[in-house]
């Protein structure tokens, strides 16, 4: 009964260890060809960014990253509250040099990106008016509404690291971006005075993180 006992305890130490290696085995030799991520920083824009990872072949990667940005009482653009509604999308291009299975280490990569907002905001605006033929122009304050499209480019460094099934990714970069709003026609001139303005166009550096899970 003893001998019993000490068995039973002996293999209760020993099974898991052993499906903990077998598991190891098996996760570090899976081809890891798709994962899905998220962006955190992207909250402080009031935003949302998902990553999908899809692999190309053995150190290449594609990530396409759908964006969604909403908030009813947005002031980082404007002083006054502002309603935003915005959609975007990254395509990344990422070359990994580590010639492991799963995708981890320093990278190189390149991107395109592309954003479209619709804000709504109280502001004052020059109004044309006709009266006894004449045309008059008056300025008034009502809402109004502002749409902006965004393209631009990234060229970015980074790490991704990986635990089990779960990665993190780390980068920075350059980038460029060009927007339709035009400045020199409007007097609302802040809708482009920073890199996080919708109608901001010029370099900016890109730096943040990702983390997200393997999927297959």
């Keep these: 009964m003893k001998n019993l006992i000490l068995t039973t305890i002996l293999c209760l130490f020993i099974l898991p260890l052993y499906a903990q ?13 798709f994962s899905i991520g998220i ?27 759908p964006q969604m940005y909403y908030n009813e009482n947005y002031t980082l653009f404007y002083p006054e509250s502002t ?16 010639q492991n299975k799963k995708p981890e280490g320093p990278y190189v990569g390149a991107g395109l990106v592309y954003k479209y907002y619709t804000l709504k905001y109280w502001g004052d605006e020059w109004v044309d008016y006709v009266e006894l033929g004449n045309t008059y122009s008056e ?31 780390m980068y920075l970069g350059w980038g460029f971006r060009l927007s339709d709003f035009d400045k020199d026609k409007s007097e609302d001139d802040f809708w482009s005075e920073t890199v996080f303005d919708p109608g901001y166009s010029g370099f900016l550096p890109t730096i943040g993180f990702r983390v997200g899970l393997f999927l297959k």
């Design 21 to 33: 290696t077998e598991s190891d085995n098996v996760t570090q030799n899976l081809d890891w060809q």
């Design 83 to 98: 309603d935003m509604k915005g959609v975007g999308l990254n395509v990344n291009y990422r070359y990994i040099f580590s």
């Design 139 to 169: 300025q008034v304050n009502h809402e109004i509404n502002q749409r902006f499209n965004q393209f631009g480019y990234d060229l970015l460094i980074g790490y991704q690291g990986t635990l089990d099934r779960f990665f993190f990714d």
């Design 39 to 65: 962006v955190p920083q992207y909250a402080i824009i009031s935003g949302m960014r998902l990553d999908f990872d899809l692999k190309l072949k053995q150190t290449q990667y594609l990530t396409f990253a």
